[in-house]
């Protein structure tokens, strides 16, 4: 009973205490109801780059102005945090490789090219096998030795070195990631300013400066020191121009077929005597590769300047019911004249099956891109490097036309400024009126 009892006094405390706290609710004004808080945007459909810590001050920066539309004065990124970051990604293996591949694939003509693994040179394996077959007797007699000897391509390293303020990166990559609505795990700053600021000028660098037009010259550490200006992308390595010009004029060691052309030049041919030029180029080849479908690289001027002199001579689409005449592809063959973006300017035009123009990829595995990150002061200086080279595994395997004492090299001055284009070639058939070619939709001009 005395238990009971107890219990029950409890009980009556504990109803006095709620019912006072009822009537102090009572007497008061409900409390106007707080906002909701602005969430975080997350866009479908992009991966999760790396899980990264939200309250580190750039993210901090970040969701707040998010919530607020407001950047917070004096925010920054701490230099550690980057490097912190960087060294997580960059530790997980599959991501030097997935890094690596971006830059092979990535610049606009690397689809051109054959992919290869050499260390610091390449030469193909055997001298190209040109006949097989052969009368029957009971006896080995393997077939004749092949005159398509394997060249030597080089590979070279190259290096990045980048340095980055992360109070003036900062801005920029809030404002990204309000307009394209990515979460920080999706674009991390460090992915950002590897994929936003570095990787695209890398690409620029290979394509227009080093994988055409490059011309390699040997640097001399002693002569360097820390701090200087470093050597300009271009030198570091031999483009494909490069090859052929110096083959052009150095003697030809590497035996290409090099075209005559008479001393051709699209810049003041006629219309007639570019259709010509393309047309015995062409018949020129030899049979063998004259029946492969390839691709002819050459310059967007270049390439123009044909398309323009056949619709000046035949019109569009002229002789054919599909439209096939007239287009990239050269009348009556397999070839398609290919646009470089790396050959601007360019007067050469070569052929060759894409198996025989390589790029070649350090053997030993993937290293680290970017390999380290230095804090000094408020600087950021972002370390990396990887191997590159490219050429031909056949010289006898390429047809080409290239214009004595041409250098590919001087060319790469003009790639932010204005350089001579078709716009200039104005050939004599230009001048002649609309009737000369038969129909209105034969004439035309520039």
Known sequence: MRQLQAKLDQATKDKETLQASIAQLSSS?????????VGMPRKEGVKTI?????????????????????????????????MQE???????????????????????SAKHFTEVPAVTERRA???????VSQQYVNKWTPSGKSQFRPLKIQNRRHKINVPIIPSEVLTSYIFDMYRENLAIDQMPIFYYIWQKLIYPQLMQDLELRMIWKGKFEELNPANVNAGDAGQAPEKSMDGVETILANNRTGGNPDNIRFFDGEGFDY????????LDFFANFFKWMAPVFRTMPMNVGCSYELRMRYREAYKNKWGTGSGTENHEFGSDRIDYSRHVLTEMDGMYGSPILFATPKANMVKLRHINGAPNVINDIQKQDYEARIFGEYWMGAGFDYGEAVFAFCPANYDPHALITSVYGAHDTYQQFKGTDLTKSVTDFGSASAGGGI
């Open 29 to 37: 004004p409900e409390p106007e109801p707080k906002p909701d808080a």
């Open 50 to 82: 790396l899980k990264v810590d939200a309250s580190k001050p750039h993210y901090k920066a970040l969701t707040a102005f998010m919530k607020s539309g407001y950047l917070a004065a004096g925010a920054t990124i701490d230099v550690d945090d980057l």
């Open 86 to 108: 960087f060294g997580t990604y960059l530790s997980q293996g599959p991501n030097n490789f997935a890094m690596l591949d971006t830059i092979f694939q990535g610049f606009t």
């Open 125 to 131: 394996v055997q001298a190209l096998i040109t006949s």
């Open 267 to 274: 810049k003041t041919a006629t219309d007639q005597e570019v």
